[in-house]
T-cell receptor
Framework: EPEVTQTPSHQVTQMGQEVILRCVPI?????FYWYRQILGQKVEFLVS????????KSEIFDDQFSVERPDGSNFTLKIRSTKLEDSAMYFC?????????????FGSGTQLSVL | SQQGEEDPQALSIQEGENATMNCSYK?????LQWYRQNSGRGLVHLIL?????REKHSGRLRVTLDTSKKSSSLLITASRAADTASYFC????????????FGKGTTLSVSS
């Protein structure tokens, strides 16, 4: 079965540093998402992306965050200047149709630790 | 905004027993979905129920939806140790095609 892949599985960084989390969505999917989950807490929506632009974003997704689809297969989340509170598991997801109408396929996540 | 809220937060049962988890939400919805998350892993879609449906089955899963009470329940029958995971409901907040908003989840432990 096709799957969403995320790299790296773990990322440790110093506060203030930039990080890029990478995702390869399922090849025929058109909608892409980033979610995050702070340990033991709810899964929080960050941003959705379609047709090479952001279609929706949450209050969490402020100016320090950006997303990009640099080529036909990768989808990245960049955090420009990491803060301690950015430590979380970041999940990429994709869907063939818009997420409200169809199931999302999630990657296994990148555990980001900001020291 | 906070949408789905699962209840209970944690549930411990024996193998063979049924597990029932509830989800309440605040806004109108088009669809409600349930996902499962094994520890340290990504979420896996279990079932989708549309706002005009009242009940749906998939294997040992049974989902109900009561739009008048803005609530849903997930029933896992004849549970197995492998069902141990966190279960989340997710909704679209009534606008077709918007991102799914997840609740806090119910952590289910099934002991053999």
């Amino acid at each position: 079965e096709p799957e969403v892949t995320q790299t790296p599985s773990h990322q440790v960084t110093q506060m203030g540093q930039e990080v890029i989390l990478r995702c390869v969505p399922i090849s025929n999917h058109l909608y892409f998402y980033w979610y995050r989950q702070i340990l033991g807490q709810k899964v929080e929506f960050l941003v959705s992306f379609y047709n090479n632009e952001i279609s929706e974003k949450s209050e969490i997704f402020d100016d320090q965050f950006s997303v990009e689809r640099p080529d036909g297969s990768n989808f990245t989340l960049k955090i420009r200047s990491t803060k301690l509170e950015d430590s979380a598991m970041y999940f990429c997801a994709s869907s063939e149709q818009r997420g409200g109408d169809e199931k999302l396929f999630f990657g296994s996540g990148t555990q980001l630790s900001v020291l | 905004s906070q949408q789905g809220e699962e209840d209970p937060q944690a549930l411990s049962i024996q193998e063979g027993e049924n597990a029932t988890m509830n989800c309440s939400y605040k806004t109108s919805i088009n669809n409600l979905q349930w996902y499962r998350q094994n520890s340290g892993r990504g979420l896996v879609h279990l079932i989708l129920i549309r706002s005009n449906e009242r009940e749906k089955h998939s294997g040992r899963l049974r989902v109900t939806l009561d739009t008048s009470k803005k609530s849903s329940s997930l029933l896992i029958t004849a549970s197995r140790a492998a069902d141990t995971a966190s279960y989340f409901c997710a909704t679209d907040e009534g606008q077709a095609g918007t991102a799914l908003i997840f609740g806090k989840g119910t952590t289910l432990s099934v002991s053999s």
